[in-house]
């Protein structure tokens, strides 16, 4: 997803643009925010006009974009593959890890979001998954997907979801069926869920790292709830400097490396424990996370992955090649390195027996018959086994899938065949007459945010985006219109026109420069008060780069309180 060079250009960008954009991730991370909130924006040593050309910029430059409500107005955001880019260049963190003497394990990692998904689909494969004329699934096809699935109730608590018929899918079956949907790996069609065979091959062909990669992406996007603080605890938490199996305190305050001006109060910078706790929940019941607690009952996790490594990796197709192991006893021993298409064909004629480093599934009689109905015959079984097993078949097993063969046909099973070739044959050309490249390459594919089960907490991004962009003149103020002296000329005014510059620049948005106790300063206006005549602003010394000079201090400022003074309008 990132890149070194990504990095290097958000650090790269002009001075204005990089104050504005490090503004903005701070205080709004990915959430949208409306010209209101534009014009609001108090950057550091910046005044409005200034903010609002360097804003521009941005869009043009992609690291901002736009889409259009109903009515005409627009609403902003920093688009969510950007998000990882700006914490690693902006948010400065401090990766001390703990002990692991001093960390009691409360909760291990389950076995993997990708693992739920790809048994849910395996049972999609073997078995028609009908909806009830509401448009939901079957009772039983819920139960039967919570007996499939690792992930857990609990994993998810705390989340606070918005989905339909919440009544009937609990929360953890409604992100599996969420995740499929949004994926395109399934969809529903005619009453039934179904199989989107392009987009299995495709799925299939990755290995489990591309997954989960994908996956936690897919989760970042659309499960975090409308909260800056939230967000940006969620890409701390994946921050470069995190080691896998290292554990850290779950972190709970906002990446915001800057203070405020002085005088500003501070603000909506804190993450509750328990939204923090939720969220590495949910990490923990995906496979990705372990949770710990410390002697005094602080919350730690660590990675079970290398977290950097994860979230940079480019969704490269699987390049297992090791065969599986049939036992006597007709066990089906899967090594991890097994890609994931041969696993995916054996899973669909076994039943599963365990899931682990190794994934054993079990050859039975019924699981034969069952893949025979769904368009896999005993022959073609056999002939799969045949190429993939690394020490053959043992005489048994292929003594038994003749026999169940036999009884196969004269079992009369001559009805229509439900899935024909629902199985994917492993030796699909992934792209070959296929639609384009694998469509997993990309973390932002699928585009739509409403494609999917869950109502994302970024409902904007259901809108059509607007590119168009304002013209430069419309942000300048005309200068045909101020006296030309006022931006010229460092000076004196009469106390009226002194007054007047101010209330002018506060219109316009702009910074003058005054003098202050015999010191040439910038001060950028804020808001004016006439029952006494009083003016607020931030004011800055211009020659000082010191981190408490650069901050500005808001003052108050009332005639008279300034002698020289100069407009300045970039």
């Given at each position: 997803?990132?890149e070194q ?54 869009r ?56 739920d ?26 139960q ?53 065979r ?18 936690l ?44 001006l ?51 990796g ?41 899931d ?28 799969f086994f ?60 699928p ?46 005014y ?22 202050v ?15 006494p005549?009083?003016?607020s ?22 005639e ?11």
């Amino acid at each position: 997803m990132m890149e070194q060079q990504d990095v290097t250009e958000a650090i790269s960008l002009d001075l204005k643009e990089r104050s504005v954009l490090q503004h903005i991730w701070t205080r709004f991370a990915g959430q949208r925010f409306d010209d209101d909130k534009l014009r609001s924006l108090r950057v550091r040593r910046l005044s409005g006009v200034e903010v609002q050309l360097a804003f521009l910029s941005l869009r043009q430059q992609r690291w901002v974009q736009a889409v259009k409500q109903g009515w005409g107005e627009r609403l902003y955001f920093i688009p969510f593959d950007k998000l990882q880019i700006l914490q690693e260049a902006f948010g400065d963190l401090e990766a001390g890890s703990v002990p692991v003497a001093a960390v009691k394990l409360q909760q291990e990692g389950r076995s993997g979001i990708a693992v739920d998904m790809f048994n849910v689909l395996v049972y999609m494969a073997k078995n028609r998954v009908t909806m009830t004329g509401k448009g939901v699934l079957h009772k039983k096809f819920i139960q039967k997907l919570g007996s499939v699935v690792g992930l857990t109730p609990s994993d998810v608590e705390g989340l606070a979801l918005q989905y339909d018929h919440a009544d009937v899918y609990p929360p953890h079956i409604a992100i599996v069926l969420d995740l499929l949907f949004s994926l395109e790996l399934v969809a529903l069609e005619q009453g039934e869920l179904k199989l989107n065979r392009t987009a299995l091959r495709h799925w299939l062909a990755l290995s489990r790292e591309a997954m989960d990669r994908l996956v936690l992406l897919r989760m970042m996007q659309r499960y975090v709830p409308g909260s800056a603080e939230y967000q940006h605890f969620t890409w701390r938490i994946c921050h470069s400097s995190r080691i896998g199996g290292m554990w850290y305190y779950a972190q709970r305050l906002s990446a915001n490396d800057k203070a405020p001006l002085k005088g500003e109060p501070l603000s909506g910078r804190a993450l509750s424990a328990e939204d923090a706790a939720s969220w590495l929940r949910l990490l923990t019941g995906c496979g990705y996370t372990d949770l710990g607690m410390d002697h005094d009952g602080q919350l730690l996790f660590r990675w079970r992955m290398d977290p950097c490594s994860l979230l940079s990796g480019s969704g490269q197709d699987n390049t297992g090649s090791s065969g599986l192991f049939i036992q006597p006893d007709f066990d089906i021993l899967i090594p991890p390195d097994v890609p994931y298409t041969v696993k995916f064909t054996a899973a669909c004629c076994t039943e599963r027996f365990s899931d682990d480093v190794m994934t054993v599934y079990r050859l039975t009689r019924d699981s034969v018959f069952q893949a025979a109905i769904a368009g896999m015959g005993p022959e073609a079984i056999t002939a799969f086994f045949t190429e993939h097993a690394a020490a053959g078949i043992p005489e048994n097993v292929h003594a038994a899938l003749r026999q169940w063969g036999k009884e196969f046909e004269s079992a009369g099973k001559n009805e229509p065949l439900r899935y024909t070739g629902a199985v994917p044959n492993d030796k699909t050309a992934i792209g070959a007459g296929d639609e384009g490249d694998n469509r997993y390459a990309s973390p932002g594919y699928p585009g739509s945010a409403s494609c999917g089960l869950i109502r994302p907490a970024r409902s904007e991004l259901a809108l059509e985006l607007d590119d168009s962009l304002p013209d430069k003149a419309s942000i300048v103020p005309d200068l045909n219109r101020i006296p030309i002296m006022w931006t010229r000329d460092w000076r004196s005014y009469h106390g009226s026109t002194a007054k007047q510059m101010m209330e002018q620049a506060l219109e316009l948005s702009a910074k003058l420069e005054i003098a202050v106790d015999g010191s040439r300063m910038e001060f950028i206006p804020f808001q004016l008060e006439r029952q006494p005549w009083k003016i607020s602003g931030a004011l800055y010394d211009p020659d000082s780069d010191s981190d408490s000079e650069m901050t500005g201090t808001v003052v108050q400022l009332g005639e008279g309180e300034w002698r020289e003074m100069r407009l300045v309008i970039p």
